[in-house]
């Protein structure tokens, strides 16, 4: 039986008591900005700050979005100037 990101997704959700249905791609975009703008090990780590802010706002799928738009117009707007160690 294949499994699928979808699978998983249910799986971990069951695990951890969360009912909740965000935006799946919309995040994964966000990973996609944050990993390319900024470094591959910042994705894994944003995704958790976003689902932090997110709870600290109340929770729920809004605040999942808009914590993730904030972070993805702060990803591309992220240059060499602002990466430590770069110029």
């Known amino acids: 039986m294949e499994r699928t990101l979808d699978d998983w997704i249910a799986e ?6 969360i009912d909740l249905d965000v935006d799946v791609h919309g995040l994964l975009d966000t990973a996609r900005v ?4 900024v470094a591959r090990p910042a994705a894994p780590l944003t995704a958790f700050l ?11 799928a809004e605040a999942v979005a808009e ?5 993805e117009a702060l990803a591309e ?3 060499p100037a602002d990466r430590p160690g770069e110029s």
């Open 50 to 60: 976003i689902g932090y802010a997110a709870a600290q706002r109340g929770g729920g």
């Open 67 to 71: 914590a993730a738009r904030r972070t």
């Open 12 to 17: 971990v959700k069951a695990d951890l008591g």
């Open 34 to 37: 944050v990993a390319h703008g």
């Open 77 to 79: 707007g992220w240059g």
